[in-house]
């Protein structure tokens, strides 16, 4: 278990002083003990509050300081710290989605994070998720991602290696289809159908040295087309194994009646299947090369007009990043930790491992504000072949649109 790194009283309260973010301590300078007086807002949701409890208690009795958590639904955090910071009204800290990331630094409420050593304890993704720019902006703690699920009792539990390899078991088992997935119906589901996309080495953006993303679209060229092709050959004028007349709802009663013994879902789906003989495995390769599901991370944001900003990265690296808090942490909000040990103790249950073996092969969602242009493009073409548009020329003209939108 990791130890308490620690901050000196001396050294914390001298830094506090030297850096101005001491505004809320009490009278009495620098023979105040560390942190003494000063508070951490931090914002939560329902699910982490209790988590959050313990280590809050903690850091109090340690430095003096006084965390009040404030719980809020988690769909308003990101706008209202948007909105809050800049007036002094927000949080020192709060929960949120990595995906917020490119929003958060745009509007220059987050500062950047330094988790020292701790750093080690967590898996690459998840810090990957959380960097913008070389930078590290949160501290992780877990992550979700989707995989294959299968039916045991229709195909057994070995893993296939590849798509031909599972619709032929699929076929083999006897069930009405040989595999299901959500396009969410007439929408598109371009999240769901990633893994299957970067087999084919077509990301939604480039990625640069430092596994940061870049605005240049990555959907373009000869892989591009040997994707769409792919998908308009299994879509509505070819096998009709892809179909958008399957939603959320239509692909799980596929599933649970045994009509599809294999579909791609994420663990939130996993109480609907509940009393199944199932298995999770990594998604198989359509294009040759690895599928690489997106990968969304959870985490931590330091605000950037924190008034107690160095008391904040100290709760976060030294009480937050901890597997007792870890740990908490995932109690409350079974997702798959982003602390390494811990994500391989909570593998000794199967379906864990495999959305876990899934996440270490999938790449984070891309949080750059870019992508907020990319959906309703990339949904609409995938829609539009699958329904028998020329796979090529409708490709093509999302990826143009898509570099028009951006440049513009």
């Known amino acids: 278990m990791r130890k308490h790194i620690g901050i000196s009283a001396f050294a914390l309260a001298a830094a506090v002083a030297l850096t101005g973010c001491g505004s809320s301590a009490p009278e009495g300078g620098d023979d105040a003990p560390a942190g003494d007086g000063a508070e951490l807002v931090i914002w939560t949701d329902a699910e982490r509050e209790a988590a959050l409890t313990a280590a809050a208690e903690s850091f109090e009795e340690e430095t003096g300081a006084k965390i009040t958590l404030v719980q809020k639904n988690f769909e308003d955090l990101r706008n209202d710290f948007i909105a809050q910071v800049p007036t002094g009204e927000g949080p020192d800290i709060t929960v949120g989605a990595h995906d917020w990331l490119g929003a958060l630094v745009a509007a220059g409420v987050v500062d950047t994070l330094d988790l020292g050593d701790a750093a080690e304890e967590f898996e690459q993704v998840a810090l990957d998720a959380m960097t913008y720019d070389g930078q590290l902006y949160a501290l992780p703690y877990s ?159 330091l605000s950037s007009a924190s008034k107690n900003a160095l008391l904040a990265q100290e709760f976060m690296v030294n009480y937050l990043g901890t597997e007792d808090a870890q740990r908490a942490l995932y109690e409350a909000d079974p997702r798959i930790p982003a602390w390494t040990t811990l994500a391989d103790e909570v593998s000794s249950d199967p379906i864990t491992a495999g959305f876990v073996e899934s996440a270490k092969g999938g790449v984070p969602m891309p949080s750059i504000p870019e992508m907020g242009s990319v959906w309703d493009l990339w949904n609409a073409a995938q829609v539009q072949i699958i329904n028998g548009a020329d796979p090529a020329s409708t490709w093509n003209t999302m990826v143009t649109d898509l570099e028009a939108t951006l440049a513009g």
Request: hydrophobic share 40%; glycine share 14%.
């Open 143 to 301: 992550l979700e991602t989707v995989a294959l699920i299968q039916n045991v009792d229709l195909v057994g539990d070995a893993a296939p290696a590849t798509w031909d390899e599972m619709i032929q078991k699929g076929i083999d088992s006897g069930a009405e289809r040989p595999f299901v997935i959500n396009t969410a119906g007439e929408t598109g589901d371009g999240y769901t159908m990633y893994g299957l996309q970067t087999s084919f080495d077509v990301p939604v953006f480039v990625q640069d040295d430092s596994g940061s993303y870049t605005s240049e679209v990555g959907m373009g060229g000869a892989a591009g087309e040997a994707f769409a092709t792919w998908l308009g050959a299994n879509g509505a004028n070819g096998t009709g194994y892809i179909s958008t007349t399957v939603d959320y709802d239509i692909n799980n009663e596929l599933f649970v009646s045994g009509k599809a013994p294999y579909t791609i879902q994420g663990p939130w789906v996993m109480s609907v299947f509940d009393g199944m003989n199932v298995t999770v495995n990594p998604i198989p390769s359509a294009g040759g090369s690895a599928a690489a599901p997106f990968v969304g991370v959870q985490g931590f944001y």
